[in-house]
């Protein structure tokens, strides 16, 4: 059983937290000439170096001419370039002049020697002139100090000049406190290209979608797969992208949130690219979905690379899934990690498997420890597998406390596994909810295991499905039967097939003799789920669809599903096939088939065993077969059987 990964929100690590705190500066550094408009620190080339010291050379000149303009500008070129001493007294000889961005830029540069307070002092001057990037730095400042009110106060002065760096940190102060008015700015700050502010919007857009579609209590669910044995997630929902349903439809328009995850993963935001391949992935669009897992991957984002191998695995090239699910691991992505430990089980590298699975216990991934459980029971380590279930099971794994309760129940511990099975079922585990109402089958109490076997069933689960459809017909109950083997039929069950087409079966009219030359009927339903549970080998269906086809008059039909439940061990497929193959005149045959038949338990077939050795004179024989087909009767047979023997009986002592 399998499901769905961790969804927190992943932190940001490595090359991007560097480079962040590079130009964490750049931020709020105002440039002279656009003194309203936020420097752009999405940039990811260096500038031209000629120009640049053409440009230094050319303010240094002027500056020292005393120009204003080229004063502030030079102590800003300077500032970017980290040359504190060098900026220091030009801008604060513009400051002097009243300079307002050289007031801001020397509040930036005070800042970053330590002097906070005065650096507030110098962006207050700055932010009270009309300075945008000053206030949106003395509103950080104040955040800094935790007083909000201030801060809201100078961040909003930013936002409403149109200040998108101001912008996003007044909607990440509003957000902060679930103030409903913060999805305006991540909104006005996003369509002035803020990747952040557009990734949040995105996420509180599709957060919003799923509330509206499951409910403010529906907690979701969660995905169950067949696999190899091994708990391994199955795409980027496993990876933990996304924290809802797909959104868009196959062919439909795409929502407001995959708009927004778009912009900011066509911005360089690695988690917006690995929401959107996810998004993608869910609608099928698996071409795309690679590519933006693909850029997220290369960017260092673990789960990207987890799901890129996923999506690499089922296009068959298990190496290159391989080679991410590494990368991934290795960063500490216990997804990845369990991928890699399934791989290497299902090539029966056990060990390597194992310190996969360790590795993703050691990551934080609980699936790890029930993947070692699975992995010890198939080895037959039981004792080490009861041990790694119970780990995982304590640590709230549904499907490890379900293992873990089989085993015990196994073990012949029912009162140890009925706790285990009831906590697993109540945190969702369908097959849970399905052996508790074997366990209480098994205690008779069938009124409680109808009521597990009915929630398991709700659920989805074929077997209870079915156990439910059994029920209902014991109880009378035909429709609701029918409905519930519908269901265990459609999932899977030859069992339930046989029983729904038994169901229908009897409500069908006596279709009478057949006549000669009469056009052939179409199959009715029942005869087509009578087929369908026999080509899943269900015997009493081969022999039922047999019958039918006899009576539509297709004798070869007939011979081949009587045929195939005969030599699967059915006794009355087996008696079936003689009758048939004595009307053709095959009753050599006939007899063989007849013989498997009656020493199977079949007392029709022993009859007309003694009836055959009764022509052929051979009366011992005849009265051999007799005996049989009293023991095994029914009552009209086992009187048939009686007359005859007598009768053998008397011409063998005349």
């Not at 940001?12 to 590079?22: I, L, N, P, S, Y």
């Not at 935001?269 to 996810?278: F, K, N, P, S, T």
């Not at 873990?404 to 906590?423: H, R």
């Not at 079915?466 to 899977?492: M, N, S, Y």
Request: hydrophobic share 45%; with cysteine.
């Amino acid at each position: 059983m399998v499901f769905m990964g961790d969804r927190a929100t992943l932190l940001e690590t490595g090359r991007f937290v560097q480079r962040h705190a590079r130009n964490a500066a750049d931020e709020i550094i105002e440039a002279v000439g656009a003194v309203d408009a936020a420097v752009d620190t999405t940039a990811e080339t260096d500038p031209d170096t000629e120009n640049e010291t053409e440009n230094e050379a050319r303010h240094r000149r002027a500056a020292e001419h005393g120009d204003l303009a080229s004063m502030s500008a030079l102590g800003a070129l300077l500032l970017r370039r980290g040359d504190l001493d060098g900026a220091e007294p030009y801008l604060r000889g513009a400051t002097a002049e009243g300079d307002r961005a050289a007031a801001n830029n020397l509040g930036v540069l005070l800042h970053q020697r330590g002097y906070t307070e005065e650096a507030a002092g110098w962006w207050r001057v700055a932010a009270v002139a009309g300075s945008a990037p000053a206030a949106h730095a003395l509103g950080r400042h104040h955040r800094e100090r935790g007083d909000e009110p201030a801060a809201e106060y100078w961040l909003r002065q930013a936002a409403e000049q149109g200040h998108a760096l101001g912008a996003y940190a007044l909607a990440d102060l509003l957000e902060h406190r679930s103030d409903v008015g913060a999805e305006r700015w991540l909104r006005a700050a996003a369509e002035q290209g803020h990747r952040e502010a557009a990734y949040r919007l995105a996420l509180a857009l599709e957060r919003r979608a799923t509330e509206t579609t499951r409910g403010p209590h529906d907690t979701g669910t969660r995905l169950r797969v067949p696999g190899t044995g091994a708990l391994v997630p199955t795409g980027a929902g496993a990876a933990g992208a996304v924290a809802g349903p797909a959104a868009g439809e196959p062919g439909g328009e795409p929502t407001e949130a995959e708009q927004w995850f778009r912009q900011a993963a066509a911005r360089g935001h690695r988690r917006a690219a690995l929401h959107l391949g996810a998004i993608l992935e869910q609608r099928g669009e698996l071409k795309e979905a690679g590519r933006w897992y693909l850029s997220s991957a290369k960017e260092g984002e673990a789960k990207a690379a987890c799901a890129l191998g996923f999506l690499l695995r089922d296009a068959g090239d298990e190496e290159s899934a391989a080679v991410w699910w590494l990368r991934a691991a290795q960063d500490g992505d216990g997804n990845a990690a369990n991928a890699l430990g399934a791989l290497h089980a299902a090539r029966g590298e056990q060990q390597t498997a194992e310190r996969w699975y360790r590795a993703a216990m050691d990551a934080g991934d609980v699936n790890g420890a029930y993947n070692l459980g699975l992995l010890c029971a198939a080895q037959d380590r039981i004792q080490q597998a009861e041990q790694w279930y119970r780990r995982a099971a304590y640590a709230g794994h549904r499907e490890a406390a379900n293992a873990l309760a089989v085993l015990l129940l196994q073990a012949g511990d029912a009162n140890g596994a009925e706790p285990w099975f009831s906590k697993a079922a109540e945190a969702g585990s369908v097959d849970a909810a399905f052996n508790l109402g074997i366990l209480h089958a098994g205690r008779d109490d069938d009124r409680t295991a109808l009521v597990w076997y009915e929630r398991a069933a709700a659920a989805g689960h074929t077997e209870a499905a079915l156990q439910v459809g059994i029920a209902a017909l014991r109880d009378g109950d035909e429709r609701t039967a029918e409905r519930h083997l519908r269901c265990a039929a459609g999932g899977g069950s030859a069992e339930a097939a046989f029983r729904l087409a038994s169901v229908l079966d009897a409500r069908r009219p006596d279709p009478g003799p057949a006549v000669l030359g009469a056009p052939r009927e179409e199959k009715t339903e029942c005869e087509e789920w009578y087929e369908r549970a026999a080509q899943q080998g269900h015997r009493r269906a081969q022999v039922r669809v047999g019958m039918l086809a006899a009576g539509r008059g297709d004798l070869a039909e007939a011979d081949r599903w009587y045929r195939e439940a005969a030599e699967a061990g059915s006794r009355n497929g087996a008696f079936n096939l003689g009758l048939l193959l004595a009307r053709e005149g095959s009753e050599r045959e006939a007899a063989l088939w007849w013989t498997r038949a009656a020493r199977a338990g079949h007392g029709r077939a022993a009859l007309r065993l003694a009836l055959l050795a009764a022509r052929r004179g051979e009366l011992t024989e005849g009265r051999r077969w007799c005996a049989r087909a009293v023991e095994l009767g029914p009552a009209e047979v086992a009187e048939r059987a009686a007359r005859l023997s007598e009768a053998l009986h008397q011409e063998l002592t005349a």
